[in-house]
């Protein structure tokens, strides 16, 4: 990855089913994770809906929402017009490669909007790449494995969880974070557990 400029991006929907996005954040960052830009955009055909977004499994976050958008640290915007800076910062800034965790999940719920609201620019039609792809480092060591034994964070299946929230504590050694379920802020941590997977 070296001299590479990536994006991490995250989405929030309105729940696992219907996955039309309200918001989209991202950051653009260096292959060593120095970030050189972040976006964190509402989408004002799903937010600005209110009894759409009433819905959404987590409504209960609007008021830090519109907290953000009052100190203007997220705006409200046009489905197409986030696509369209999307693609302005991939060129812009070179752009070779997009991630997300479980980028299924993102991709699917980026495909389920451009169908609803559409959008004549498509900037993830190349694909995401899965961070999941690159935990196996991290998730297969013993350490990892005893972390979550310790810790409680097994699946059902008695296996060591791979949840976002349990790697960044794990690699960040804090079990009080809590993940925040908002599209820029689980950008960055997805940020980090990227650059530490690639690392391993």
């Given at each position: 990855?070296?001299?590479?400029?990536?994006?991490?991006?995250?989405?929030?929907?309105?729940?696992?089913?219907?996955?039309?996005?309200?918001?989209?954040?991202?950051?653009?960052?260096?292959?060593?994770?120095?970030?050189?830009?972040?976006?964190?955009?509402?989408?004002?055909?799903?937010?600005?809906?209110?009894?759409?977004?009433?819905?959404?499994?987590?409504?209960?976050?609007?008021?830090?929402?519109?907290?953000?958008?009052?100190?203007?640290?997220?705006?409200?915007?046009?489905?197409?017009?986030?696509?369209?800076?999307?693609?302005?910062?991939?060129?812009?800034?070179?752009?070779?490669?997009?991630?997300?965790?479980n980028?299924?999940f993102?991709?699917?719920?980026?495909?389920?909007?451009?169908q609803?609201?559409?959008?004549?620019t498509?900037?993830?039609?190349?694909?995401?790449?899965?961070?999941?792809?690159?935990?196996?480092?991290?998730?297969?060591?013993?350490?990892?494995?005893?972390?979550?034994?310790?810790?409680?964070?097994?699946?059902?299946?008695?296996?060591?969880?791979?949840?976002?929230?349990?790697?960044?504590?794990?690699?960040?050694?804090?079990?009080?974070?809590?993940?925040?379920?908002?599209?820029?802020?689980?950008?960055?941590?997805?940020?980090?557990?990227?650059?530490?997977?690639?690392?391993?």
């Open positions: 990855m070296k001299d590479k400029i990536i994006i991490v991006l995250d989405t929030e929907t309105l729940g696992i089913k219907n996955r039309q996005v309200y918001e989209i954040g991202y950051v653009v960052a260096t292959a060593d994770g120095k970030v050189l830009r972040e976006r964190d955009y509402m989408i004002k055909q799903t937010y600005e809906n209110i009894e759409l977004f009433n819905t959404a499994y987590y409504a209960n976050k609007r008021s830090i929402y519109e907290q953000k958008l009052a100190d203007g640290l997220a705006k409200s915007v046009y489905w197409g017009y986030a696509m369209k800076v999307l693609a302005s910062d991939i060129a812009r800034y070179g752009v070779s490669e997009l991630y997300a965790y980028s299924a993102d991709i699917s719920a980026i495909e389920l909007t451009h609803r609201l559409g959008a004549k498509r900037p993830t039609a190349d694909g995401i790449i899965d961070i999941m792809d690159f935990i196996g480092g991290i998730t297969n060591t013993e350490e990892y494995v005893n972390f979550c034994v310790a810790n409680g964070y097994m699946t059902k299946a008695n296996k060591p969880q791979t949840k976002a929230e349990t790697l960044f504590r794990y690699i960040t050694n804090n079990n009080d974070f809590i993940e925040d379920h908002m599209a820029l802020e689980d950008s960055r941590i997805e940020l980090d557990i990227l650059m530490r997977a690639l690392a391993c």
